[in-house]
């Protein structure tokens, strides 16, 4: 009988699911199956896809991932909604979009919606790339809404990121609001066969040209149309998506972004650890009982923090 892992990396679909559902639940052998997972990960291109509700993400991906079978891929691709509670009928939607792809033995479908923190999300999002990763797949993609600052954190997991936009969504200029240029590396102008595609384009190539720091740049962001359900422009995504990876690896960014991604990771599990230490210590009432006293200036968070720094041994 063999482990989890190794039917994972042999290719069982059912082993990969379970997986997927142990990182889900913060079960805990999962961060043993992912240390064992590491050295086998790190092949695959990890796609970012966001962008305003509605402006026709899980449409494009869908046939992305069409044209990447043409081109003989196996793709993972991961629909993150970091807003559950209020958009759980978005992930439905997806689902039943994506159907069409769910019985194709090389593509691998997966919702995933927020339970806890900020944190939790994006770190359960890089986990199930890892997985998906060891498992052979890629490209993986990742679609959420682009609406703030949990989705930013998510897609920071991405080598490229495209930001999709459609005609008369007025999303350009809030896409510069949103810090949402400083993580785009293509712009998708989908429903390009609706009227003002051609328009909401040359917006949004002005809008890049007028930036400083964007003309200065080795890679000059793609402004591309996309027509999803004319099957219109996804192979020029497509190649874009390659040239982007292809600059990446050429200019060492790649190697770069990787690095910067681990630091942050093992901070990330470190101060994890910690939280769930000081839980462990402290009842609800007690928070409750501490946040009463500093709010009534009782006691001060900084000496608070100090004694439970303490209680859980970080101060000897
Ligand atoms: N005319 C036209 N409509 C499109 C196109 N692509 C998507 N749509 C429509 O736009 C609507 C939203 O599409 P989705 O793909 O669900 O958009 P989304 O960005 O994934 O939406 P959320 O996940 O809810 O944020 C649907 O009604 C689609 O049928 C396109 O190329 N042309
Ligand atoms: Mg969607």
Redesign the pocket.
Known sequence: MQNIVERLLNGDRRALARMVTLIENEAPPARRYLAELHQHAGRAHIVGVT??????????VTHLVRELRRRERKIGVIAVDPTSPF?GG?IL??RI?MMELAGDPNVFIRSMASRGSLGGLAASTRDVVRVLDAAGYDPIII?T?GTGQAEVEVMRTAQTVLV?TAPGMGDEVQAIKAGILEIADIFVV?????PGADQTAAELSMMLSLDPNRRKAAWRIPVLR?????DQGLAQLADAIQKHREYLIESGMLAQRAQRQVRSEIQALIVHAVMNAVNEQVSEEEWHQLLEDITKRERDPYSVANELEERIGLRL
């Open positions: 962008g305003a509700p509605g402006a026709g993400k899980s449409t494009l958009t978005a939607g997806d979009r679609e809404v999709v989908s429903k390009a066969d609706k996309t027509a999803a359900i004319k």
